[in-house]
């Protein structure tokens, strides 16, 4: 037993650590601590809970709940005994969570909310397996199969076999199952990706020894630990190198934790790092002229410096001497707010636009961008400090194969891919046809072996001229603009390219004031021929290194966003096509006719 399993790694990392503080959580507006003791005390109490309850090695245990403490010292409990465990959205809905419940044949499930609970409660007659429901926060019901957390550890305490976790955790191989992680999916039914020990261990490994990370810094953890990114790259190697772990509360509290914390990494999906660089843009429009023109200034200087650096070329002195001015004058001010000791972020899940972490660098911030999927653990190209050209998805992960397969196809091998689909034979097969996982992803190597995708295969749109088109390049570059919140690109077998543009509301509200507009109705001024006329300049202006076949030529503004609630996004924020050409279908052909 050691490092070849999640619960063995765990353990070892405990007896180094002790009483050195694993992870933080604010509650009740201040921070509590948790040791590696502690932690791995409850985590073990758990466990022991779990065995008393007849749950058998294989066996699945569901985890439906936000990011905490407790969620990670179930999914500890539940692979040390040699179980797996299944990882929910907490936004999903009943019917959702019904589907992943009975599907994983989870014998328990654990709820982070009487929200959840009333989830689980209303299908509760649909899951004949299910044993037993355990309130994480400790919600009371008359239901006879609910049960608290704090129950859950007092059983733990009264097992007759103490013993009997160590024997469990001691039986654990590398290649059991670890967790069944269902995809996101922008179709269907999701799919059950089953991950063993050793999928995550390898992906842990060869990222630990490409980018560095270690025991004196801490981690903001901000993703859900269901996305396989968050729970690989900010949870699994965060412990595995010692780091401490700081659970961020929200998105909207996130600016303020930052600053808080002062964490030295942490791992998020481009959403927050276009948010970031659209507050910043907004911030220095708002101040005077001469401030203005500093920034501009600044960001100049950064940006010669950022190019020399990713080329490890020598700065000259007088470009040195300009740096360190704008990095008193603008830079240092900006990465105070960032917490001052912050080494990099790391970007994933969706790809990340080129300007933004372009923006970034020049004030003196790197972002990492990756690639993977869930099937993959995830990750199988990375940048690293070392080598870094944005734009790209870095170099192939340390013993990780990957080809591009006729059709521009990428595919990889290596003990980083998925045993299969849970209970998808044939899916599994087509996934994993000759020995290679398809990805499904468009791509290409440059000559120094950094991948550039250029997007899901299937969501390529092929106009009526026969031109392909990737839309998530589009997207991206139209969200550059201050005035975008979010875009949806439309023209598979039309014509031309169109898009359904969501606004960046407080922006163009301001806009609209600046021009003596209205804004008591958004159905009013997003109709106003001067908010068409400038939105329709900001499309073309984000668009226009684009050919001209890709160019947007008609779009609708939408009043309101596109949402994981109402079925228009994922849980990792990619737009789901299908469901959005459906609810905008009006609108989408009002374009074309």
């Known amino acids: 037993m050691g490092d070849d399993t999640i619960g063995g790694m765990i353990k070892q990392r405990v007896e180094k650590y002790g009483d050195r503080m694993m992870m933080k959580v604010k509650r009740g507006g201040s921070w509590k601590e948790i040791s590696w003791n502690e932690f791995h005390k409850n985590a073990r109490m758990l466990g022991l809970a ?16 936000p990011n905490s403490p407790e969620w990670q010292m179930i999914d500890i409990a539940t692979l040390s005994i040699g179980a797996a465990d299944v990882p929910l959205y907490a936004t999903i809905t009943a019917k959702q969570a019904e589907y992943i419940i009975s599907d994983s044949g989870s014998k328990l499930v654990f709820v982070g909310s009487p929200s959840h609970m009333e989830r689980v409660l209303e299908v509760r007659d649909n899951l004949p397996q299910l044993r037993k429901i355990v309130t994480m926060d400790n919600t009371t019901s008359d239901h006879p199969d609910v049960i608290t957390f704090d129950d859950m550890i007092k059983l733990g305490e009264k097992n007759a076999n103490p013993d009997e976790f160590d024997k469990r955790l001691e039986g654990v191989q590398a290649d ?14 999701p799919k059950g990706v089953m991950l063993l020990h050793d999928n995550f261990l390898s992906n842990i490994k060869a990222v630990s020894s490409l980018i560095e990370v270690n025991d004196s810094d801490i981690c903001l953890s901000f993703l859900p630990l269901s996305h396989v990114l968050e729970r690989m790259s900010g949870y699994y190697t965060s412990l595995y190198n010692g780091v401490s772990i700081a659970h961020a509360t929200s998105i909207d509290t996130i600016a303020d934790e930052i600053t808080e914390v002062k964490p030295h990494f942490m791992v998020s999906v481009p959403r927050l790092y276009e948010k970031i660089h659209a507050g910043v843009l907004s911030m220095i429009e708002s101040e005077p002229p001469a401030k203005q023109k500093i920034f501009n200034w600044a960001v100049g200087v950064g940006r010669k410096v950022s190019a020399l650096q990713l080329n490890h070329q020598q700065i000259p002195g007088l470009l040195g001497f300009q740096h360190k001015i704008a990095d008193k004058l603008v830079f240092s001010k900006i990465y105070e707010k960032m917490g001052g000791r912050l080494r990099f972020f790391f970007s994933g ?25 869930t099937e993959t653990s995830p990750v199988i190209t990375v940048n690293r400090p070392d080598a870094v050209r944005f734009g790209t998805v870095g170099q192939i992960l340390t013993g990780v194969e990957v080809k591009i397969a006729d059709d521009g196809e990428i595919i990889c091998k290596g003990p980083n891919v998925m045993e299969g689909y849970w209970n998808r034979p044939a899916e599994t ?16 190597f440059d000559n120094e072996g ?6 899901r295969k299937k969501d390529l749109i092929v106009t009526a001229g026969g031109k392909n088109v990737a839309p998530q390049n589009i997207e991206n570059a139209l969200k550059m ?14 014509k031309f ?8 509301f407080p922006d163009l509200e301001k806009w609209c004031a600046s021009q003596g507009i209205p804004v008591d109705s958004r159905e009013m001024y997003l109709n106003d021929p001067r908010v068409q006329k400038m939105m329709g300049e900001e499309v073309k202006a984000m668009l226009a290194d684009f050919d001209k076949h890709e160019a947007v030529q008609k779009f609708v503004l939408l009043s309101e966003d596109m949402t994981e609630s109402a079925g228009l996004m994922t849980p990792t924020l990619k737009v789901r096509r299908k469901e959005v050409y459906l609810a905008f279908e009006e609108e989408i052909e009002g374009m074309y006719k």
């Open 349 to 373: 899940g969706a790809p990340l636009a080129k300007e933004i972490a372009e923006f970034f660098h020049a004030m003196g911030i790197l972002i990492l961008e990756g690639y993977g999927l």
């Open 481 to 494: 603009s201050r005035y975008i919140e979010q875009a949806a690109v439309i023209g598979d077998k039309r």
């Open 497 to 504: 390219i169109s898009a359904l543009i969501v606004p960046s």
């Open 50 to 65: 779990m065995i008393t309850m007849g749950i058998e090695r294989g066996d699945r245990v569901a985890i439906f709940a």
């Open 176 to 189: 059991d199952l670890c967790s069944i992680v269902y995809t996101s999916g922008t179709t269907g039914n």
């Open 450 to 455: 950094f991948l550039h995708i250029t997007d």
């Open 429 to 444: 097969a087509e996934a994993l046809a000759g020995g290679w996982f398809h990805t499904g992803d468009i791509g290409e």
